[in-house]
């Protein structure tokens, strides 16, 4: 049971693509108010999935979002495959991880040299960036296209992929072509090793905050697909149990609503996910994670870009390990007859966990669902962030600075492309 | 990454399936077949943000087709080539920070840009674009395609055969 105040009936769910704007008052030195409001219209996805076949549900809910939409399939067929009593083989679940690693290695390289890294070396934006470190910003597309390549591999296209149903893929690719994508992502792996040394080598903030980190665990592997959620602070539980540990509010400036753990902000994303999860990582990304010098887990949230950077490279090792296994199947998914019942859904999407829930009826069409992306996940995390980093930044600053200083700490976190983008319009309130 | 070798000339259609962004994607499929694949490549990309790099890379001719919104009259045909195109896609809304403008700027900076870039688009109004407007659209894409081609023959760089 869900204790948010919302109106149930007109669930919301409203991603964090277009403008945000913080407001910020300050008095006698001191925050009286901060407020990250996000105005994007609510999309009602959840309401639209209501009445459809199960069927269409992986291609609907891929329309979330354009960056991580194999995290909303994957989410989304774990929960309906528990309800249709489906026990995906272990090709569909290597293919389910390789399929992720795809777009972790797209979203997070996309997020470091487009919309991260320009903050930490003084650049307004990266295409300023790329006149002064054109082959830093080559080479970071050359690893987003090798994540698009892993995507379009299994998804036959790498935005909205078509490849993914109920019961696993459409198809199994030929072993020529897996060996061809073998090879092209191993002759890049040299530059993902040198992306993870020069992410720690950039100029990072150095202060540190008390904040809970939540993420999938005890899965016997990196989480990418599966796992319990688990916490910096014991929370240890199956992913049915959510709803009642986490409740979703909202909150009358954003459109995305805010989830709390018993009340309290907490962390999702890349760096959560290391932080419980070090001993898991693939030994070649721990080796390189000595070699880099950054002491994990950390408490510093921006370590977060060296984090995306060495999921980038666990990533990689992954995918080469799945693909040099590789052999092609006859039985790419696994058919099931429709059932009622309700199941739930966890994957690591780039930036957290997603968090599916759906009721089907006898005949397998949707009677409820529910989807709690990390953004909202992360909003409460970011408000708190803010108000911390911006009291140990400097309230008396140029309102220019306090703007700059705001929009790194909230790009920090990658809520989404479009938020993350130079959106801020800053409005302070001094008496 | 590309799966395979692109042709030197290549059509990239710009927009969603769904109305009213969908220009790119029904000029794509008008598109689609008139030319010899080994020769001309149409594809329809759906916001393709900075993937439009990846697209463009190796090509010879880039055609970028798209709607517009720059207050001139709905429906008027805009032909845009070489830094004339600036001006115009600045005006282009894009659903995402990483839009067709920067992403043309930062391909321009990383050099990445092709030889011969072309943008052909329609002026985008209050009601989807008509029947014979997407005819117009298509009509001029093809010709500007066929001229690249026979640049192309012309050319003595080009390769024998």
Redesign the interface.
């Known amino acids: 049971m869900t204790n948010r105040t919302v109106n149930l009936n007109v669930p919301v769910l409203a991603r964090v693509e277009g403008e945000g704007a913080l407001d910020l008052s300050i008095a006698n030195g001191e925050i009286s108010e901060l407020r990250l409001r996000i105005f994007e219209p609510p999309r009602l996805f959840e309401k639209f999935l209501e009445g459809r076949h199960y069927m269409e549900v992986p291609d609907m809910v891929a329309r979330i979002c354009g960056i991580c939409p194999v995290a909303y399939q994957m989410s989304a067929v774990q929960a309906l495959e528990s309800v249709l009593g489906i026990e995906p083989t272990p090709w569909i679940g290597d293919m389910r991880r390789l399929f992720y690693c795809g777009e972790w290695i797209e979203s997070h390289s996309l997020h470091i040299h487009l919309l991260a890294a320009p903050d930490f070396l003084g650049f307004s934006n990266a295409i300023d960036m790329a006149c002064k470190h054109p082959e830093i910003v080559r080479r970071g597309l050359k690893i987003q296209e090798a994540g698009n390549a892993i995507i379009s591999f299994l998804g036959g296209r790498s935005v909205h992929p078509v490849g993914v149903r109920v019961g696993g893929f459409w198809h199994a690719p030929s072993a020529a072509a897996a060996a061809k994508l073998r090879e092209e992502l191993k002759a890049l792996l040299p530059e993902v090793e040198a992306l993870v040394l020069w992410t720690a080598a950039l100029p990072l903030p150095d202060e540190t905050q008390d904040f809970e980190c939540v993420s999938l665990g005890r899965a016997g592997e990196y989480p990418i697909t599966r796992g319990r959620i688990v916490s910096s602070r014991g929370l240890d539980i199956d992913i049915a149990e959510f709803e009642r540990e986490f409740q979703e509010n909202h909150v009358p400036h954003s459109t995305a609503l805010h989830c709390h753990h018993r009340g309290q902000d907490y962390l999702v994303g890349p760096l959560a996910r290391i932080n419980l999860n070090l001993d898991q990582l693939p030994a070649p990304t721990r080796a390189l994670l000595e070699k880099c010098g950054v002491r994990l887990p950390s408490s510093n949230i921006f370590h977060s870009i060296v984090a995306r950077a060495l999921e980038i490279h666990a990533a990689f090792v992954e995918a080469i390990r799945l693909l040099e296994a590789y052999e092609p199947t006859d039985t790419p998914y696994l058919e099931a007859s429709p059932r009622a019942g309700t199941g739930f859904g966890a994957s690591e999407a780039p930036r957290g966990i997603l968090w599916h829930r759906y009721e089907l009826d006898e005949s397998g069409s949707i009677v409820s669902a529910r989807i709690v992306p990390p953004t909202s996940q992360n909003q409460a995390r970011i408000e708190a962030d803010l108000r911390a980093s911006l009291n140990r930044f400097g309230l008396d600053r140029p309102e220019e600075k306090i703007r700059q200083h705001a929009e790194t700490v909230i790009r920090n976190y990658d809520p989404c492309i479009s938020c993350a983008t130079h959106f801020l319009k800053l409005k302070i309130d001094r008496p | 990454?590309n799966?395979h070798i692109h042709p030197p000339v290549r059509i990239l259609c710009i927009g969603s399936p769904a109305e009213p962004d969908n220009l790119g994607f029904l000029a794509a499929h008008a598109l689609m077949g008139k030319f010899d694949p080994e020769k001309v490549e149409v594809v329809a990309l759906?916001?393709?943000?900075?993937?439009l790099?990846?697209h463009m890379r190796g090509a010879d001719t880039v055609i970028l087709v798209d709607a517009v919104k720059s207050g001139a009259p709905a429906g008027t045909l805009h032909k845009l080539e070489g830094r004339a195109l600036d001006g115009m896609v600045m005006h282009h809304t894009s659903?995402?920070?990483?839009g067709l403008a920067?992403t043309l700027?930062?391909a321009d900076?990383?050099?990445?840009l092709p030889k011969h870039l072309k943008f052909i688009g329609l002026e985008a109004g209050a009601k989807p674009f008509s029947a014979d407007e997407i005819a117009q659209l298509v009509k001029a894409v093809a010709e500007e395609a066929g001229a690249a081609l026979s640049s192309q023959a012309t050319s003595p760089q080009a390769e024998p055969g």
């Open positions: 990454m799966a759906d916001r393709p943000g900075p993937r790099i990846e659903s995402h920070g990483f920067e700027a930062l900076r990383l050099g990445d």
